[in-house]
């Protein structure tokens, strides 16, 4: 047998595991979901109280923080998705 391949098996098991699913995984996805629901309940209360303002209901201060609340959400959520999309390309750019 050659030593290289031997050494080759060896790191392949070793760094099996690492590629499995791990046992806590379907948390993971729950917490995923519930920052989803969280940006979407975050927008939404924006836009209750921005139409809440137009009509005269809302104080100014309150629309004013729904706004800055509302737009850290959407930036936070394009740098999240720009992270992804840059991890998808460099994937893509690894060689086979």
């Keep these: 047998m050659d030593v290289r391949s031997l050494f080759a098996a060896q790191k392949y098991a070793a760094s099996r595991p690492a590629t499995e699913a791990q046992p806590g995984s379907e948390g993971m996805q729950q917490k995923f979901m519930d920052v989803a629901e969280d940006f979407a309940a975050t927008l939404k209360e924006g836009e209750t109280t921005a139409k809440a303002s137009m009509i005269g209901d809302a104080d100014p201060h309150a629309l004013v923080q729904a706004l800055a609340q ?11 998705r720009n992270k992804v999309v840059e991890a998808y390309q460099e994937i893509l750019r690894m060689p086979v």
Excluded: D, K, Q, R
């Design 70 to 80: 509302s737009e850290l959400a959407v930036e936070t959520v394009v740098a999240v």
